[in-house]
């Protein structure tokens, strides 16, 4: 008797080790390559200097006159801004990577990664929760942080980037892990839920049946219609009708807490789903 038992609790153990796994595993593949996709847009488009760009340029201001093709030579506040006609690198890819500075791409894949692994470790060790943890647990859930903090703030000792690319590419990592890690667990920061993974074939209830109607999305019983006898009045009309139903065989009348016709008050049946007080193991 106790095997076959053992067999199915095991076997709910490992189900819920696969679906955990399985969003631990999506979710820092979306943060990273979700922050990474922002990170090279913005990049392309906007760009910037980095820190040892005139090192890689080697300008040459008399180049202005006879190389200067878009005419910006020159310009700008007491006319110090000059186009790239004016650096005597032939290395044009080595000019273009100089010039790509914002936002950091370091310190976008690393706090896209270790805020979301952040995120996990906290749902897995209730460090913020209904009772006071270990501090070794915090130590640990900072570790996380520390790592990402501690790469993107390398990025300035070779002066590869400005302080503002790397805070720019931490923000865009952050945001990146907390929307990623809400699509694959029912909660971030409430400790009730935050540790459960959420599948794309079953909803979560968080009992909160009127919430039901006000999405967008029509599938797994989103969105339900009142007057098609769903959702929080649907269900109280289906158990009013339910009570009718009982009255109806019974020849005492309504049962349901209500005065039989023979003016006496009958006994309550159990509502179906709930247990009697002695009926409770």
Same mark, same amino acid.
């Given at each position: 008797?106790?095997?076959?038992i053992?067999? /199915?609790?095991?076997?709910?153990?490992?189900?819920?080790?696969?679906?955990d796994?399985?969003?631990?595993?999506l979710g820092?593949?979306? %943060?990273?390559?979700?922050?990474?996709?922002?990170?090279?847009?913005?990049?392309? =488009?906007?760009?910037g200097?980095r820190?040892?760009?005139?090192d890689?340029?080697?300008?040459d201001? %008399?180049r202005?006159?006879?190389?200067?093709?878009?005419? =910006?030579n020159?310009?700008?506040?007491?006319?110090?801004?000059?186009?790239?006609d004016v650096?005597?690198?032939p290395?044009?890819?080595?000019?273009?990577n100089?010039?790509?500075?914002?936002?950091?791409g370091?310190?976008?894949?690393?706090?896209?990664?270790?805020v979301?692994?952040?995120?996990w470790?906290?749902?897995?060790?209730?460090?913020?929760?209904s009772?006071?943890?270990?501090?070794?647990?915090?130590?640990?859930?900072?570790?996380p =942080? =520390?790592?990402?903090?501690?790469?993107?703030?390398?990025?300035?000792?070779?002066?590869?980037?400005?302080?503002?690319?790397?805070?720019?590419g931490?923000?865009?990592g952050?945001?990146?892990?907390?929307? %990623?890690?809400?699509?694959?667990?029912?909660?971030?920061?409430?400790?009730?839920?935050?540790?459960?993974?959420l599948t794309?074939?079953?909803r979560?209830?968080?009992?909160r049946?009127e919430m039901?109607?006000?999405?967008?999305i029509?599938?797994?019983?989103?969105g339900r219609d009142k007057?098609?006898?769903?959702g929080?009045?649907?269900?109280?009309?289906?158990?009013s009708?339910?009570?009718r139903?009982?009255g109806?065989?019974?020849?005492?009348g /309504?049962?349901?807490?209500?005065?039989?016709?023979?003016?006496?008050?009958?006994r309550?049946?159990?509502?179906?789903?709930?247990?009697?007080?002695?009926?409770? /193991?």
């Open positions: 008797m106790l095997i076959p053992g067999i /199915v609790v095991l076997a709910q153990v490992r189900i819920r080790s696969f679906w796994m399985n969003n631990a595993i820092v593949l979306y %943060s990273v390559v979700l922050a990474t996709l922002f990170q090279v847009i913005i990049k392309q =488009l906007i760009g200097l820190p040892y760009f005139l890689v340029c080697q300008p201001i %008399s202005a006159a006879a190389n200067n093709n878009t005419r =910006l020159g310009v700008g506040f007491h006319q110090i801004m000059y186009s790239i650096c005597t690198n290395d044009k890819q080595a000019l273009k100089a010039m790509t500075s914002f936002p950091s370091h310190s976008t894949a690393a706090f896209a990664g270790y979301f692994l952040f995120l470790m906290n749902a897995k060790l209730k460090v913020w929760s009772h006071q943890t270990s501090f070794y647990w915090l130590a640990l859930l900072m570790a =942080l =520390l790592g990402a903090t501690l790469m993107a703030c390398a990025l300035t000792i070779d002066q590869a980037h400005n302080w503002y690319d790397i805070l720019a931490s923000t865009i952050t945001v990146m892990a907390f929307a %990623s890690y809400r699509i694959c667990y029912a909660a971030i920061w409430d400790w009730r839920f935050n540790h459960i993974p794309r074939t079953e979560f209830g968080y009992d049946e039901e109607r006000a999405v967008w029509q599938k797994l019983g989103w007057e098609r006898g769903h929080h009045v649907g269900r109280e009309k289906r158990l009708e339910r009570a139903g009982h109806a065989g019974s020849s005492n /309504v049962v349901n807490g209500h005065v039989s016709s023979l003016g006496e008050p009958s309550p049946r159990p509502v179906e789903g709930r247990l009697r007080g002695d009926e409770m /193991v």
